[in-house]
């Protein structure tokens, strides 16, 4: 590879960058568009885009992703989601407060183990059908479930795309990931729970009458499937088991996932339109097409030099090193999508951590990677794609968040969540270790 | 046969009325939808009966149909609420706006053409661009069973 493939690929990239980062057309277009791009000159040809490992599209998470889209086309469903939302409001005896408390731990558990788009698609209804009962704006809530959406995704493997990309890339185990990011999850949703008060302080005076209106909603009537519903909860059941237990049983998650996915649809007896229906194929293209163009960028030394520059600019300090990984994803996915900043940092994290001998913990650079690229997805409307589907459903229920307002709450929330994750890193992987 | 021999006079109701007017209308007397007009009494929009229903479907059970369920009987019999305050030009969809009138002399192929196209169950009928009437899609099948 010359110097002028690798100026080549750099510039399709920033320009394909660019293009998903401003939202200017449909990015799984540009993506799609930009991987073409790639084999023209050729920068990469196909076998280096189907079967490398270093330089190709990373399978993985393809299925990963699949697999775990069909399992939640599936369970939707049986409405369990929808009796979950519902009693957990009912719990709280009509009071908003902890009705958003509720509701927020509800978004985070549910999307520590789902996508965290689906998460919120399931979650905003209830929210809406709730606070028309109390008769309050719903704005506050859906702001409160898009953080917590964000920050549920950061527990686990399968909790976010970007944690799928992540932790695949590093060969990271599903009880690794949990037992290393979940307590920081933990802290940060905590935080929350405790800002909420503070970021909408006028959003949990109800009018008392209004209580008994959603005491009378009946979650009972959520679930419309019995059947489906033990078969789902023994069939999640058997994947998280297999999650916890690929690394011994020699199955990497996605398999688990397509596996867990393919009984399901022939258990459920659903038809196509049901199982396939919270596929995003577009997502799916849409990260082919940028495995490709990152791919692209391996394969010419990109990656490499910007590695070594990353390495060169930082110094070889562990700590310095996982703190400015971790402070410059907070920052640029906070403003860009975050998928795509994790496909660009995960190789030249993984330079590093090669490269860097003095790490007590081998993979500190990548939880450092994840919080930040996780986490700070809940600065502004464009750093998640949860955070656009809220805004999207509050447009379309008739109560818009702008983006200055959603950037108001999201930035506490995200100067709070790098707080935390600072000192977590710290203390767990340097001053204790 | 052609349209100006199956149109029928039909209710019709303008853009700035109220929607539960419109509602009322629709229920009463059994209509598969109802005509707008414009001021100047010239057709404007068509309203079918399905979109008013999918009116007074709050937006969440749109989204999650498994919610209606949830609601209580009390709630589920006030959703007609949901009207009150709003005006027929709030309801009317979009591709059912300037719908274009068939002419008198259009055939019966043509007019069904139009109202396959359109999806619309009435299609206003004009000449010299004066409204005559509507043609409603029962009329118009009733029409073809006849020839």
């Known amino acids: 590879m010359t110097l002028f493939h690798a100026i080549y690929a750099s510039t399709v990239f920033v320009v394909a960058f660019v293009l998903i980062a401003t939202d200017r057309l449909n990015k799984t277009l540009v993506a799609l568009g930009g991987a073409t791009a790639m084999f023209l000159l050729p920068v990469i040809n196909s076998h280096e885009v189907f079967y490398s490992e270093e330089t190709g599209v990373d399978w993985d998470v393809i299925f990963l992703l699949l697999g775990m889209m069909i399992i939640v086309s599936v369970v939707r469903q049986t409405g369990v989601f929808e009796y979950v939302a519902i009693w957990s409001a009912k719990r709280a005896k009509g009071s908003p407060l902890r009705i958003m408390i509720l509701l927020l731990l509800v978004t985070a558990i549910g999307s520590a183990f789902l996508d965290n788009v689906t998460t919120v698609l399931l979650i905003a209804p209830v929210t809406l059908l709730v606070c028309e009962r109390l008769g309050i704006s719903p704005v506050p809530f859906l702001l409160a479930e898009a953080f917590a959406a964000n920050i549920g995704g950061a527990a686990t493997l399968v909790g976010d795309p970007t944690s799928m990309i992540i932790g695949t890339a590093a060969d990271l185990s599903f009880v690794s990931f949990l037992s290393n990011m979940a307590p920081a999850v933990i802290l940060v949703l905590c935080a929350l729970v405790a800002l909420v008060p503070r970021l909408f302080p006028e959003a949990f005076i109800v009018d008392s009458e209004r209580i008994a209106d959603v005491m009378a909603l009946d979650e009972r009537e959520a679930i419309r499937n019995h059947r489906l519903l033990i078969q789902c909860g023994l069939v999640l059941v058997g994947v998280f088991a297999g999650f916890v237990a690929h690394k011994q049983i020699h199955m990497e998650p996605s398999l688990v996932a397509m596996t867990g996915a393919g009984i399901l649809i022939v258990i459920s007896r659903l038809g196509r339109e049901f199982y396939l229906s919270s596929v995003e194929w577009e997502t799916l293209l849409f990260f082919a097409g940028l495995f490709v163009m990152v791919g692209a960028l391996v394969r010419t030394g990109v990656m490499d030099e910007l590695a070594h520059a990353a390495s060169h600019a930082i110094g070889t300090n562990a700590l310095v090193t996982t703190m400015v990984i971790l402070g410059v994803s907070f920052l640029i996915s906070g403003v860009v999508d975050n998928v795509p900043y994790a496909a660009t940092m995960t190789p030249i994290v993984g330079q590093l951590t090669s490269s860097m001998h003095q790490l007590h913990n081998h993979d500190v650079l990548w939880w450092g990677l994840i919080l930040g690229t996780v986490l700070g997805g809940n600065l502004t409307a464009l750093g998640a794609s949860a955070n656009v589907v809220i805004i999207g459903i509050a447009k379309r229920a008739g109560n818009p968040i702008s983006f200055w307002e959603f950037t108001r709450k999201g930035a506490v929330v995200t100067a709070t969540s790098l707080a935390i994750s600072v000192g977590y890193l710290w203390v767990r992987y340097f001053l204790l270790a | ?147």
């Open chain 2, 1 to 147: 046969m052609h349209a100006a021999d199956i149109v029928e006079e039909f209710p019709v109701i303008t853009i700035d009325a109220e929607s539960l007017d419109a509602v009322r209308m629709i229920a009463e007397q059994s209509l598969p939808g109802i005509l707008v007009v414009d001021a100047s009494g010239g057709p404007f929009a068509v309203l079918p009966a399905s979109q008013v229903v999918r009116f007074i479907v709050p937006r969440y059970v749109q989204d999650d149909p498994v919610l209606a369920g949830v609601l209580s009987e009390s709630v589920a019999d006030h959703i007609a609420e949901r009207l009150s305050g709003k005006m027929v030009g709030a309801m009317l969809p979009e591709h059912l706006v300037d719908v274009p009138p068939a002419e008198f002399d259009d055939t019966i192929l043509e007019v069904a053409a139009k109202m396959a196209r359109l999806r619309t169950p009435l299609i206003p009928v004009v000449k010299h661009g004066r409204l005559l009437g509507v043609i409603t899609a029962s009329r118009l099948l009733a029409a073809v069973l006849k020839s």
